[in-house]
């Protein structure tokens, strides 16, 4: 079946270390986002890719990294420098350009900092 | 910074049909109206979006405004599986930087 793949599902990394979450899809979907959620907040923008090789920072890219050398692969990495990196953190694809299609997303990954 | 304006939360009986505002009031000609919703520890699911006509597919239906500066969602006989958080958001077709408000939690009552 097509859709969007994050692992791991649950993290816990001590504090200092760099951790990498996984995004991958099989939908040949052109653009790829990252989503931080809080407890009971939205959802909030860390960085989003268009297409192969090129991406941008959304609101909160501090403390974080990404790269983009595949089409279905948007990998996310939170770094030491991200000052509070516990969240749920969701990953979600759209056909992009001037297409109007949805937006689909992950189930998700939790990332606890010890 | 989101461009919706939604309540934090609302109720609604179970079998009756659920209307969710939102406010959009510096809404562009260009811009689409979105919706989705989250269940609990899920990622969200897109339910429905439109440009000015009135929309409607399996899960709910759109209205939205003359002026577009406002829509509501209406979930049609709502049920318990219906509660969830709904995103209201406003999009042009080619804009990748999607920005999510807070949303509305939603509580079906028994």
């Known amino acids: 079946d097509g859709g969007i793949t994050q692992s791991p599902k649950y993290l816990f990394r001590k504090e200092g270390q760099n951790v990498t979450l996984s995004c991958e899809q099989n939908l040949n979907h052109d653009a790829m986002y990252w989503y931080r959620q809080d407890p009971g907040q939205g959802l909030r923008l860390i960085y989003y890719?268009?297409?192969?090789?090129?991406?941008q920072k959304g609101d909160i890219a501090e403390g974080y990294s990404v790269s983009r050398e595949k089409k279905e692969s948007f990998p996310l990495t939170v770094t030491s420098a991200q000052k509070n990196p516990t969240a749920f953190y969701l990953c979600a694809s759209s056909v992009g350009g001037w297409d109007t299609g949805e937006l689909f997303f992950g189930e998700g990954s939790r990332l606890t900092v010890l | 910074d989101a461009k919706t304006t939604q309540p934090p939360s609302m109720d609604c009986a179970e079998g009756r049909a659920a209307n969710l505002p939102c406010n959009h009031s510096t809404i562009s000609g260009n811009e689409y109206v979105y919706w989705y919703r989250q269940i609990h520890s899920q990622g969200p699911q897109y339910i429905i979006h439109?440009?000015?006509n009135n929309e409607t597919n399996e899960m709910a239906s759109l209205i939205i405004t003359e002026d577009r500066k406002s829509s509501t969602l209406i979930l049609p006989h709502a049920t318990l599986r219906d509660t969830a958080v709904y995103y209201c958001i406003v999009r042009v077709a080619k804009d990748d930087k999607i920005i999510f408000g807070k949303g509305t939690r939603l509580h079906i009552l028994p």
């Open positions: 439109g440009l000015k």
């Open positions: 890719s268009q297409i192969v090789n090129d991406f």
